[in-house]
């Protein structure tokens, strides 16, 4: 099974990659088929904008291929669930990761109780058959909002995410507590559970 990861965002495909090793499937950046197309992620949900990225790859994908989509961002208890489905511009279109983390720590300012502070990474991950049809995953991982960024790993709010549990943002944890925490990790355990189910079916069907 050919799988295409449909996004520009090369943090998300090494990311990808790393968690879905041991998949009996092939995966391919965007760049393998033309680069990530333009799109406008004007969904009112997750599920809706990795739909919209995962149909955009899929029409200029090679003929068989399949394509997987996520779509993730961070929600915050105290501003109504935002920055959510805006998370990489919710400091404008183009905004930078410090940008963004910029703008969030100046609306939590005030809040120093850490259950006002709470906060998680959603993600949602959309794959997409070569006929089409759409299968979604869900992962969430609960934490708190620091007061100040702090290590040097990781991107986006990592510095300023505390999973629960921890005393340390995911940006002082490191990939390997990420890979194991993080919202992104735990839709795909999921997703690594469907790939294995469709490769055992196909593997019987021709046996």
């Not at 109504?80 to 410090?98: C, H, L, N």
């Amino acid at each position: 099974m050919r799988v295409y990861l449909a996004t520009g965002n090369e943090h998300k495909v090494e990311e990808l990659r790393g968690l879905l090793t041991d998949c009996p499937v092939a995966l391919y950046s965007a760049k393998a088929c033309g680069g990530m197309p333009e799109v406008i992620e004007d969904g009112e949900t997750f599920a809706a904008n990795a739909m919209i990225k995962a149909k955009a790859l899929l029409a200029q994908a090679p003929i068989g291929a399949w394509v997987l989509a996520d779509d993730s961002g961070l929600e915050v208890d105290f501003l109504g669930g935002a920055p959510g489905v805006r998370s990489a511009r919710y400091a404008g279109e183009g905004a930078t990761d410090q940008q963004n983390v910029a703008k969030l720590l100046s609306a939590m300012n005030g809040q120093p109780a850490l259950k006002s502070r709470a906060a998680r990474f959603r993600c949602v991950l959309c794959l997409l058959s070569s006929d089409g049809a759409a299968t979604f995953f869900e992962g969430a991982c609960e934490g708190t909002i620091a007061r100040a960024p702090t290590g040097k790993t990781g991107f986006g709010y990592d510095p300023v995410f505390i999973p629960q549990g921890f005393h340390a943002s995911f940006a002082e944890l490191g990939a390997a507590a990420k890979a194991e925490l993080s919202h992104r990790a735990l839709a795909v355990a999921a997703l690594r559970a469907h790939l294995k189910a469709l490769t055992d079916a196909k593997y019987d069907e021709t046996n």
